[in-house]
């Protein structure tokens, strides 16, 4: 297994709807294991492949609940359902969250709060998840990047200002820039 560089938005990869898996192949199983690698040594909470610069559809994800309890896997072509958006503005204290591929910063964003996400898993077996909560939101968030979009896409006018002064100060926002956990110091 191999931490893998994440790419920085404005990398064409993250920008372009990632392609459905054919085979779970060796390749397929090396990447997935990459992946569960980099995602906890950045941290984070999801990873998908055109994060780490492969266009396919695929995403890791874990969490731990309140309670402690682990919540961890990879869904291959996913599907993804969601409860119609609770109208109104995000709370900034609970509806927060970031991206690895926009390290270092958090903004509000409405997202909803059950989804139903299917798949295959590894061993080309269905899954099935049924989530609320932040279990949802990750769901949603990963599940965006394998469409080519980013979180910061969907901010407000006034958070989506602050990202683009905050990407041209930072020198992100073109192809070809990535970080890599544990080597850069990037506190995502």
């Given at each position: 297994?191999?931490?893998?560089?994440?790419?920085?938005?404005?990398?064409?990869?993250?920008?372009?709807?990632?392609?459905?898996?054919?085979?779970?192949?060796?390749?397929i199983r090396?990447?997935?294991?990459?992946?569960?690698?980099?995602?906890?040594?950045?941290?984070?909470?999801?990873?998908?492949?055109?994060?780490?610069?492969?266009?396919?559809?695929?995403?890791?994800?874990?969490?731990?609940?309140?309670?402690?309890?682990?919540?961890?896997?990879?869904?291959?072509?996913?599907?993804?359902?969601?409860?119609?958006l609770?109208?109104g503005?995000?709370?900034?204290?609970?509806?927060?969250?970031?991206?690895?591929?926009?390290?270092?910063?958090?903004?509000p964003?409405?997202?909803?709060?059950?989804?139903l996400?299917?798949?295959?898993?590894?061993?080309?077996?269905?899954?099935?998840?049924?989530?609320?909560?932040?279990?949802?939101?990750?769901?949603?968030?990963?599940?965006?990047?394998?469409?080519?979009?980013?979180?910061?896409?969907?901010?407000?006018?006034?958070?989506?200002?602050?990202?683009?002064?905050?990407?041209?100060?930072?020198?992100?926002?073109?192809?070809?820039?990535?970080?890599?956990?544990?080597?850069?110091?990037?506190?995502?």
């Amino acid at each position: 297994m191999a931490v893998l560089p994440i790419r920085i938005m404005g990398d064409p990869v993250l920008h372009a709807p990632a392609s459905p898996v054919g085979e779970i192949t060796d390749e397929i199983r090396t990447l997935v294991a990459d992946m569960f690698e980099t995602m906890d040594a950045a941290p984070g909470v999801g990873l998908a492949a055109p994060q780490v610069g492969v266009g396919l559809r695929i995403y890791t994800y874990t969490y731990q609940d309140d309670d402690g309890a682990p919540w961890r896997g990879v869904v291959i072509n996913p599907e993804l359902w969601m409860r119609p958006l609770e109208p109104g503005e995000p709370d900034p204290d609970e509806e927060s969250e970031g991206c690895l591929s926009f390290p270092g910063e958090r903004f509000p964003l409405r997202r909803s709060d059950a989804v139903l996400v299917t798949g295959t898993d590894l061993e080309g077996e269905p899954v099935r998840i049924e989530v609320d909560g932040w279990r949802a939101r990750i769901m949603q968030h990963e599940f965006d990047h394998l469409d080519g979009i980013l979180y910061i896409d969907r901010l407000s006018d006034s958070d989506w200002k602050t990202v683009q002064k905050l990407a041209r100060k930072r020198g992100w926002g073109r192809p070809g820039q990535f970080w890599t956990p544990g080597v850069d110091d990037i506190d995502a």
